[in-house]
Nanobody
Framework: VQLQASGGGLVQTGGSLRLSCAASRRPFSNYAMGWLRQAPGKGREFVAAISWSGGSTRYEDSVKGRFTISRDNAKNTVYLQMNSLKPEDSAVYYC???????????????WGQGTQVTVSS
């Protein structure tokens, strides 16, 4: 399975972006999926995850209430809707596939290439 992320760009503080991540092959729907990000000079950090069915989600505290992760298994795609963006959200965002199907214990085993998100102040 290959993961292709898109939707990044430059946006002003308070703006919105929607990231997409398309999986090239099945079985996409068997696995939990997630988004992580990495800012310059920092390590990669967890942002959000969604279970195989979409019934369970997890978020990093700083994005709760602003970001929403979703998935469409028929399209083999996971999304990250980002609202009320802040400069500190600027980073390269990566989608990833987890080893398991739920979000209780997350171990990401497959990574896509990143997409740059830049939020200007």
């Amino acid at each position: 399975v290959q993961l292709q992320a898109s939707g990044g760009g430059l946006v002003q503080t308070g703006g919105s972006l929607r990231l997409s991540c398309a999986a090239s092959r099945r079985p996409f729907s068997n696995y939990a999926m997630g988004w992580l990000r990495q800012a310059p000079g920092k390590g990669r950090e967890f942002v959000a995850a969604i279970s195989w069915s979409g019934g369970s989600t997890r978020y990093e505290d700083s994005v709760k209430g602003r970001f929403t992760i979703s998935r469409d298994n028929a399209k083999n795609t996971v999304y990250l809707q980002m609202n009320s963006l802040k400069p500190e959200d600027s980073a390269v965002y990566y989608c990833a596939q987890a080893r398991g199907s739920d979000v209780t214990v997350l171990a990401f085993t497959l990574w896509g290439q990143g997409t740059q998100v830049t939020v200007s102040s």
